[in-house]
């Protein structure tokens, strides 16, 4: 069979993944075998892969394709997410370039649009995940927006509203007058940035004396309902029941006592803004404030205000700051840093508003969202944020739910008069006629009249079923899937959507099931550059995923993306690693190329042989127990290591050079057979990890039928093997590593022969590893040593090895400088391995295999210390 000598990863990927598609062995349907589910955190409709998203679906594609290989029946459920604020921003950026305002739209017409939007551009990451080898299964593609998908999120509306567990009410909220909507808490990013502290004089009603507050937001001065102070404070308790007149405006406001007021920061008065802030908002309904809302819904400064009406707030700033130093009221101005609310979708400065909105309760969903993290049930990898999860759980508002939008499922609220309590909740209008007439009378009532709701629930209170409604768990709680596939096994996702998601999704799942909606939490580090910045578009620091695929191989991107992603740390991202992984896959094909252009015979393995294959299958063994080991703590990045380890340096590195044959020769068909059996073992261990080349390779390397892949090969089982082997083989590696160092330090050419000695107290190396060692370094005599001169000497362990070299080629001051230096280590090492051994707590309490180990360890230091004193003193003579 002819073997290109270069690796075509273009050629292979495309093949391949039709290949796998056709066969369709993504697909999974209920069956006997243990279920293995992961659903994909759904990215946004209109989005495009970026790094962050390589890293994501690489660490599940890993987990999803090796459950597979272990004869689970692995289901991963791809799909989208609506996104409602940043979709209907693109959406309503679109129609303003082709000259469309939204206010000019009914409802349907602008919904038209954004489906026609979602249908061009939607599904594109999808598309590119393929490119990547995500095994998703396709066909069960899932939309937050799909038919089922949203009438699962309504039944849960209805649901959760009949067991009093969504109320409507005027509340204070975020308010974004960018996208002009409410958003969470969780949606609010608080940044630190340059601020100004304005210090503005109140005059005292009926006298000539003033009152001095600091704010950063002066604008918001047209909305005072009041001064407080703090009643302790001796410096104001002469204004105790006085009033103050607000510049500008010359309302006259009251001033109060409370404790809240913190005496020590700025001028100790506080201005109070019911309708502007949280705090003051508390404290107007402590003390019967009214509340003045001075802001329109985009920023702008209503009638309310009385001063500056239809201007941005931040032009008022400037202009009321003016005004306020032309009138003297403005004292003085001080540079601060200060938290400032964005918005995490439009990144707009965050407006605290008093709002009738939709609030879902937190307090009784909760609790058990918090006992099953807390007592590990739901397990988190890294279980540190176990601490940031319980402070936001235990610390948890209600969350504000309604979005004033139009892309996301119209919440299902019909109104039939002008009461706040008018209104009732019912999936279509025909329902809600039904229950209307058991509230009033409606013989002379007009239908035409009931209004539904115009604004859409929270994109969060959608994908917080997931897990549940991509098998319609919400609408057919009993159905054949939701009872085989959930809980699922894993979700991967970001630490910054702890809350956002992770937590709802868990309380969700004990609400709708009384399940948890998985068993593991696996959080993926943040991606940034090699100068710590996280990766974004704005700092032109992200390279484009697609872009290195086709420039490294997927394969190459994916060991990239793992090299360096410890769970739950941030992942420092160089594209070197994207190189060093396509260098390890070339690795691989070489390895292959090699094995497969082997002349072969009939002649029985020689003893030096069947030492290296006993060895590369112990190697192999003890490794996949490591592997296993990795991946149960999801240590990705470990399990890929030992993997690369194992197959650069032990397989290809030291394997294939032990057993190949000499230029011109042949080589016995049963070490080809065996060698091809444990490359075999190493390509399923890495096909989780490169799915591309391990395919390709093993398709290759033995005959197959046109329906077998190694997609659904069986992952390789543990098997006994020798420590013993490993040991005398490492041993032998060591000898062989010191030999190769002192032919690249004297520049000795391979083709010249050497010859080794070595102490006649050493442990012996058996005839197999002899022949070994004269292959792979070309070693011509190897005895034990009789006084031979000018010889180099070195250790391995305690055993002292001598190597013959020409006159002069030795330098006794250098040798008795490395002598000294590797006494005074290894002296150290045994001072260490001396205190451990000497600590009762630790011998008594250790597993006695783990003493052992460290009393091999001082044994063999003093030996090796005992020879290398020996060899000084030789030197030193």
């Given at each position: ?784 040593a009789e006084g031979e001169q000018n010889l180099f000497s070195f250790v391995i362990g305690s055993n002292e090895y001598f ?75």
């Amino acid at each position: 069979m002819e073997i290109a000598k270069n690796y075509d990863s273009k050629q292979v990927e495309n093949k391949w993944y039709t290949y796998w598609l056709e066969q369709k062995y993504f697909n999974s349907s209920v069956s006997d075998k243990p279920s293995h589910t992961i659903v994909i955190p759904p990215p946004n409709v209109t989005g495009v892969l970026h790094m962050g998203h390589m890293l994501n679906n690489t660490i599940q594609d890993v987990l999803t394709r090796k459950a597979r290989m272990e004869g689970k029946n692995a289901c991963w459920v791809p799909g989208t997410d609506h996104a409602s604020i940043a979709t209907e921003a693109k959406v309503v950026a679109h129609l303003k370039e082709q000259g469309i305002d939204k206010n000019t739209l009914s409802r349907e017409e602008f919904l038209k649009h954004a489906w026609e939007w979602k249908e061009k551009h939607g599904g594109i990451i999808l598309e590119q995940l393929k490119k990547l080898g995500a095994s998703c299964d396709w066909e069960r593609t899932k939309f937050t927006l799909d038919p089922e998908m949203s009438e699962s999120v309504i039944d849960v509306f209805i649901d959760l509203y009949n067991k009093g567990k969504i109320y409507r009410g005027v509340r204070m909220v975020n308010w974004d007058p960018s996208a002009k909507t409410a958003l969470s808490d969780e949606e609010v990013i608080h940044k630190e940035v340059n601020s100004k502290l304005y210090y503005i004089n109140y005059q005292i009603e009926g006298t000539a004396e003033f009152i001095t507050i600091a704010t950063t937001r002066p604008e918001t001065v047209l909305g005072d309902t009041a001064i407080a102070v703090n009643p302790n404070d001796e410096r104001y308790t002469k204004l105790k029941g006085k009033k103050a007149v607000i510049p500008l405006v010359n309302r006259v406001i009251p001033i109060i006592e409370d404790d809240y007021v913190d005496k020590e920061f700025g001028t100790g008065a506080l201005k109070i803004t019911p309708a502007h802030d949280i705090n003051d908002y508390n404290l107007g309904l402590k003390h019967n404030l009214p509340s003045i809302d001075i802001l329109n819904d985009d920023g702008t400064l209503n009638g309310n205000a009385t001063l500056f009406t239809g201007k941005d707030r931040f032009v008022v700033r400037k202009e009321i700051a003016k005004a306020l130093k032309e009138k003297g009221h403005l004292v003085d101005v001080k540079d601060i840093k200060n938290n400032v609310g964005y918005s995490e979708r439009t990144n707009a400065v965050i407006e605290p508003k008093l709002s009738l909105q939709w609030f879902c309760k937190m307090d009784a969903l909760s609790k058990p969202a918090l006992d099953n993290v807390m007592n590990d049930e739901i397990q988190f990898h890294p279980p540190k944020f176990k601490n940031s999860y319980k402070h936001w759980m235990e610390n948890i508002k209600d969350w504000c739910i309604s979005r004033q939008l139009w892309w996301g499922q119209r919440i299902p609220a019909w109104y039939y008069g002008s009461g706040p309590n008018d209104f009732v909740i019912a999936k279509t209008k025909q329902k809600a006629l039904e229950l209307i007439e058991q509230k009033i009378d409606i013989t002379e009532f007009d239908v035409s009249t009931i209004k539904q709701d115009e604004d859409v629930l929270d994109t969060w209170f959608s994908s917080w079923l997931w897990p549940i409604s991509v098998f319609d768990g919400i609408r057919n709680p009993n159905n054949e899937e939701i009872k085989h596939y959930y809980p699922t096994q894993d979700i991967v996702t970001a630490p910054e959507i702890m809350f956002f998601w992770v937590a709802r999704m868990i309380m969700a799942g004990y609400e709708f099931t009384g399940k948890k909606p998985f068993n593991n939490v696996y959080f993926t580090g943040i991606v940034r550059d090699k100068q710590r910045r996280k990766m974004s578009k704005s700092l032109g620091n992200s390279p484009n995923p697609i872009d290195l695929i086709e420039k490294y191989s997927a394969d190459g991107v994916r060991v990239g993306m793992l090299l360096s992603s410890p769970a739950g740390n941030d992942l420092m991202f160089d594209e070197q690693l994207c190189e060093q992984g396509r260098n390890f896959v070339n690795k691989m094909w070489n390895a292959f190329r090699l094995i497969n252009s082997w002349e072969t015979n009939t002649r029985k393995p020689s003893a030096d042989e069947e030492l290296a294959i006993e060895w590369i299958n112990a190697k192999i063994n003890k490794s996949l127990a490591s592997i296993e080991d990795s991946y149960s703590k999801f240590r990705m990045s470990d399990a890929l290591m030992t993997c690369y380890k194992l197959v650069w340096d032990d397989f290809c590195s030291s394997y294939l050079e032990m057993v190949k044959p000499a230029f011109g020769q042949t080589i016995s068909e049963i070490v080809v057979e065996q060698s091809k059996t444990a490359f075999e073992k190493l390509l399923k261990m890495l096909h989780p990890i490169t799915p591309f080349i391990t395919e390709e390779i093993w398709q290759a390397i033995n005959k197959r039928t046109t329906t077998e892949s190694i997609v659904i090969s069986d992952w390789p089982k543990l098997q006994n093997y020798n420590e013993q082997c490993i040991d005398k083989m490492d041993t032998l590696q060591q000898v062989i590593t010191a030999v190769r160092a002192f032919r690249k330090n004297k520049n000795i050419s391979f083709k010249e022969s050497l010859n080794l000695y070595y102490n006649s107290k050493n442990i012996a190396l058996e005839n197999a590893q002899i022949d070994l060692l004269k292959k792979a370094t070309n070693v011509g005599e190897y005895n034990v040593a009789e006084g031979e001169q000018n010889l180099f000497s070195f250790v391995i362990g305690s055993n002292e090895y001598f190597i013959e070299a020409k006159s002069g080629a030795i330098d006794k001051e250098q040798e008795l400088e490395k002598i000294t230096s590797e006494i005074k280590y290894t002296k150290g090492f045994l001072i260490s391995v001396s205190k451990k051994l000497s600590n009762e707590r630790f011998v008594n309490n250790a597993p006695e295999q783990v003493v052992e180990i460290e009393r091999k360890k001082m044994s063999d230091a003093e030996a090796r210390i005992s020879v290398l004193e020996k060899q000084l003193k030789v030197l030193e003579g």
